[in-house]
């Protein structure tokens, strides 16, 4: 849609690298964009309370065991967590190879996805945005794309054959 355009907020190329990987955390996304999580009342529940439900989990940590685990279940792995998502943003826009020609500056970096568990193939990632591997070359080291594998061994045929054949959005599993 606007990726790499001055539209595009996580662009490093519109937005200096530190605005990206500095500001994004505060950008209200856009819900008509993710018209199928809008859906599904889980994740309306999580954007609508996202900071409450930080903060309750930030306080049971606390009491729990104090400052320390406060500090290491959930500041430490935050900020890790922020850090790798918005190098993905920054770093994959800027640095590796370009398999495909997209109108974008997706790039994948073997170093990103060895660290990001697969994130780092972004260029894959723009070829099939819904997929949920980002692996295309067998070479292509994706261990977050083989767990959702996994996990899709026991599911219906639907998720199967999304996960083979580029993948669209998935729906709501099936109880």
């Known amino acids: 849609m606007h990726t790499d355009t001055p539209k595009d907020p996580h662009s490093p190329h519109f937005m200096h690298w530190f605005k990206v990987h500095f500001f994004t955390m505060y950008y209200k996304p856009r819900l008509k964009l993710a018209k199928d999580l809008v859906q599904r009342p889980m994740h309306r529940y999580m954007h609508r309370y996202y900071w409450l439900v930080n903060l309750a989990y930030l306080v049971f940590l606390y009491s729990v065991g104090g400052v320390a685990a406060a500090l290491w279940a959930y500041a430490v792995p935050a900020v890790i967590l922020w850090h790798a998502g918005s ?22 970096n073997f170093l990103l996805a060895v660290f990001m568990w697969g994130e780092g193939w972004h260029n894959n990632h723009h ?16 261990p977050g794309g083989w767990i959702i594998k996994l996990f899709n061994l026991k599911q219906t045929k639907y998720y199967k054959d999304q996960f083979h054949n580029g993948g669209l959005s998935l729906p709501p599993p099936e109880v």
């Open 127 to 142: 070829r099939y945005p819904q997929r949920p591997s980002f692996q295309i070359q067998w070479y292509e080291f994706d």
């Open 87 to 108: 190098g993905i943003n920054s770093l994959g826009h800027l640095l590796g190879s370009q398999p495909s020609s997209l109108k974008d500056q997706s790039r994948n």
